[in-house]
């Protein structure tokens, strides 16, 4: 079944609400104002049965120039457009209006609907839609029905349906497999059932009992209910009109313009880069900082406008922009906005948005300005490609790059393997892609800070495992011992006993050093249990300084083994201890101090912290004054 959303457009008073009536048989203005004075003032929604069987979602919007802003929530997620004129009166302000909102935001499908056929003449009728013709070259309505009809009589109806259902059989189907996303254009509490919204579902499948989130305020909340044209439904798709009931959220929380979607699919915003055009019919120029009205989906904010490559834009002309918005806003790549002049309110453009969350930039840079060109015409491999080196400097999952990316997963997995298949994209894990030149910038600084290190501490094996990862990922990167391990596989570095050296690097000793290292071992070996307490081994060398750097060095390279601040073993020696300890509780069950003490021939003052580092090591472990072997 396709999902399709029918909306009305046009200028004041020629009979939008009338023909809704006429096709549908309900009244969409519900206000008490419009119903007293006779126009619409806000949104109007209802169904319409289709000739096929199915049903259409219906939009009407108000006409008068003072309700743009109402008519703008509406018409984004229009698939067909009924363009309605009066033929008593023709062409009007707000038809031309309209229609260039319509093209703006890219509705590619619509019928021309002259209404109020039995007020005039079929002269005058003939004459009207010649007028109409001329006015619609060159615009998406170029080749459009042109459908006369009266909303009074009935003629005309019968013929516009048919019209309509054909139209809706050749329209775009939107993309149920991606997040779903609905802009809220009301907002309303119901007795024993709580907060509602509702609003065009513009893409993706939605459940009953989802977990979703309202942006850009990231409020979670939960699918309590869902309506589709005023029916209960277990799911809603991309293309109905939908009622949403929200868990645990007030109404005082929602505002019309926010958006409801998958949770962490969006990020809120307030500075987005865009492609910008100007209509050629207005009047206006657009200089660098021009405060002007955004509107996106069903949200009006203020901003201004940054020019990127260019001083000044007149009617007709294009070019790159970055807005800086008052408020944020929840945006996604390829939407479509318009833009309006601050005061008076008149549209002067809009275009598609490039970037949802750039950086700021500076003016006239081409790096900028080429980067946007790539994402306004490079393909969707390309297009990723850059996603994923944006995103990679911040450790961004996998997903979080595809929802940017507004594919079917499917789709975007396929393009992926073709950037890693080109090495210009790395897999660390299934949920984390690095692109190639920031991982070339990581191996860069990683290279950096572990040579400083290696001049500064010749004797040091490495650098400590936490330490690092701190200097190279500030200690934010829950990933860093992936980076780590990657590096390590790549040849650059080496990682042994929660050290980090480069690969290369060997420590080198002086000939006098290698001399105390000598002596070192071999007083560690020779004692075997019964060892120099540390800082008194330290104190019978001459340079202090140089002893305690052999030292650390030959428990860093694994030959001296520390059990605690004053007693280093010999490996070879506390391997044996080990063997020795294992023998003997296998024997008897259990072992003491004193007869660990007594096996390797030493004090207690020895055995005791021997004992304990066994216990850290889960080698053995206390049951009241004895050990015992930790079970594996």
């Known amino acids: 079944m396709k999902n399709i959303i029918i909306g009305t457009a046009g200028h004041i008073d020629h009979g939008k609400t009338s023909l809704i009536k006429a096709l549908t048989g309900r009244e969409t203005d519900r206000l008490e104002e419009e119903k007293k004075r006779g126009i619409t003032i806000d949104l109007g929604f209802t169904y319409f049965n289709l000739s096929n069987g199915e049903k259409a979602g219906i939009i009407d919007v108000p006409g008068h120039e003072k309700f743009i802003k109402n008519m703008l929530a509406g018409v984004g ?31 590619k499908q619509g019928i021309v609907v002259l209404t109020k056929k039995d007020m005039v003449e079929e002269d005058w009728l003939q004459m009207v839609e010649e007028e109409i013709k001329e006015e619609i070259q060159g615009s998406f309505l170029e080749n459009a029905p042109i459908i006369p009809v009266s909303s009074i009589t009935g003629e005309g109806i019968e013929a516009l349906k048919q019209e309509m259902t054909k139209m809706t059989e050749t329209a775009v189907t939107k993309n149920i497999h991606i997040p779903f ?7 309303f509490s119901v007795d024993g059932f709580g907060t509602v919204i509702t609003g065009t579902q513009i893409e993706g499948t939605l459940n009953t009992g989802d977990e979703v989130m309202l942006y850009p305020t990231n409020l ?28 645990n959220v007030k109404k005082t929380d929602i505002n019309r313009g926010d958006i409801l979607a998958s949770k962490d699919a969006l990020e809120e915003t307030m500075m987005i880069d865009v492609k910008l055009d100007l209509l050629k019919s207005t009047v206006r120029e657009l200089s660098n900082r021009t405060r002007v009205r955004f509107y996106h989906g069903t949200k009006e904010i203020l901003c201004r ?9 007149k009617a007709g002309e294009y070019g790159y922009a970055q807005l800086r918005l008052e408020e944020k806003i929840a945006v ?12 008076p309110m008149e549209t002067i453009g809009g275009g598609i948005i490039l970037d ?33 080196k944006k995103y990679s400097k911040n450790y961004m999952p996998l997903d979080y790059i595809f929802n940017r990316l507004g594919k079917e997963k499917k789709e975007a997995s396929s393009l992926l393997q073709q950037l890693v298949s080109e090495k210009k994209a790395i897999m660390l894990t299934e949920e984390l892609v690095m692109h190639h030149s920031v991982m070339s910038m990581i191996s860069k600084e990683l ?10 501490n010749p004797l040091k094996i490495g650098m400590g495992k936490e330490e690092l990862r701190n200097r190279l990922f500030k200690g934010k990167n829950k990933w860093a011992d992936l980076f780590l391990n990657y590096f390590s596989d790549c040849g650059i570095i080496k990682v042994a006993h929660q050290m980090v050296s480069l690969d290369e690097f060997k420590v080198k000793y002086s000939e006098k050093q290698l001399k105390i290292k000598t002596q070192i071992e071999n007083l560690y070996y020779d004692n075997q249990f019964t060892v120099p307490v540390v800082s008194e081994l330290i104190k019978s060398f001459e340079d202090h300084q140089e ?40 024997k008897n069950g259990s072992i003491t101090v004193a007869d660990f003490r007594d096996l390797i021939g030493t004090s207690r003052k020895y055995a005791l912290p021997i004992l304990e580092y066994f216990d850290q090591m889960k080698i053995t472990k206390k049951i009241e004054d004895a050990r015992v072997l930790v079970a594996l």
């Not at 406008?305 to 834009?313: F, G």
């Open 447 to 456: 290279s950096h800070i572990l040579t400083q290190f290696h001049n500064q």
């Open 77 to 107: 997620g229009m698939d067909v457009v009924l363009m309605v004129i009066a033929a008593d009166e023709g062409i009007m302000p707000q038809t031309r209006e309209h229609l260039d909102i319509l093209s703006i935001l890219n509705i």
């Open 547 to 586: 002893t305690k750097q052999i030292l650390q060095s030959l428990i860093e390279e694994g030959v001296l083994i520390k059990i605690d601040n004053d007693i280093c073993l010999h490996h070879k020696n506390y391997n044996k201890s080990v063997d020795m300890l294992k023998a003997y509780i296998e």
């Open 220 to 247: 979670e909340t939960k699918i309590r209910n869902i309506q589709v044209h005023g029916e209960k439904a277990a799911s809603s798709y991309a293309g109905q009109r939908v009622a949403i009931n929200l868990a």
């Open 332 to 343: 996604k790549k390829d939407d479509y906005f318009v833009l309006r002049f601050y005061s």
């Open 356 to 388: 949802e969350n750039p950086s700021k930039h500076k003016r006239n840079n081409m790096d900028v300005i080429e980067a946007l060109r790539l994402r306004e015409t490079g393909s969707e491999k390309d297009i990723l490609d850059s996603l994923i």
């Open 181 to 187: 996303r609905i802009p809220i254009d009301r907002v």
């Open 305 to 313: 406008v940054v020019l990127l490559d260019a001083d000044i834009l």
